[in-house]
């Protein structure tokens, strides 16, 4: 089945460094990707649509000059999360929608940043 | 807008069926999807609904009713490993262009022996 991987799966880092999140799909072409994050014992809360070969689409109160996205290819797409600080300390998911009727969000594996 | 709604927190008994409903308020409904969520992890798909009625898939089916706004996943023969958080998600004809889906808080369901 698709498969969609994300890496690394944890990160630690300093407060004011960057992080660069990676996220392939495996088996399936993506033109979109989604990236969510979610807060403990919280849901997931949709941040940004990453298009490939476009500009992302941010969703309301996320900073686009904070969170990087670039889809450099039909399976690739990256989140760099810049001058990190404490409160983005969070479990970032991303997700790709396979094309396929029913079409179906496969979820990477998440990747959990903590910020210190 | 969307709104989802949903029960906190269940609990059952292994071997057991329990029921997690979930309303939705959305403008433009263009499907109804759950998620199966262990702590730490991903989500994984479990269901998709996009017309009245039940969906059986082994031992979990998903029910939808679009003119009351409202689902919900089945599950049934419970097992420890059942244990987890079931997410409730809508997708809006408004959203079909980029098709992302907005999720519900989530239903944390703990099986006990």
């Known amino acids: 089945g698709a498969v969609v991987s994300q890496h690394p799966s944890w990160v630690i880092c300093k407060s004011g460094t960057s992080v660069k999140i990676e996220c392939r799909s495996l088996d399936f072409q993506a033109t979109t990707m989604f990236w969510y994050r979610q807060f403990p014992k919280q849901s997931l809360m949709l941040m940004a649509t990453?298009?490939?070969?476009?500009?992302?689409?941010?969703e309301q109160g996320v900073e686009k000059d904070k969170f990087l996205i670039n889809h450099a290819s039909l399976t690739l797409s990256t989140l760099t999360v810049t001058s990190a600080h404490p409160e983005d300390s969070s479990f970032y998911i991303c997700?790709?929608?396979?094309?396929?009727?029913?079409?179906?969000?496969?979820f990477g594996p998440g990747t959990r940043l903590l910020v210190l | 807008g969307q709104n989802i709604d949903q029960p906190t927190e269940m609990t059952a008994t292994e071997g057991a069926i329990v029921q997690i409903n979930c309303t939705y308020q959305?403008?433009?409904?263009?499907?109804l999807f759950w998620y199966q969520q262990h702590a730490g992890e991903a989500p994984t798909f479990l269901s998709y609904?996009?017309?009245?009625g039940l969906e059986e898939k082994g031992r979990f089916s998903s029910f939808l009713s679009r003119s009351k706004g409202y689902s919900y996943l089945l599950l049934k023969e419970l097992q420890m490993k059942d244990s987890a958080s079931y997410l409730c998600a809508v997708r809006s004809t408004l959203d079909t262009g980029r098709r992302a889906l907005t999720f519900g808080s989530g239903t944390r369901l703990q099986v006990q022996p």
């Open positions: 959305t403008s433009g409904f263009n499907g």
């Open positions: 609904n996009v017309l009245d």
């Open positions: 997700s790709a929608p396979t094309g396929i009727k029913p079409e179906t969000q496969y």
């Open positions: 990453s298009n490939e070969g476009s500009k992302a689409t941010y």
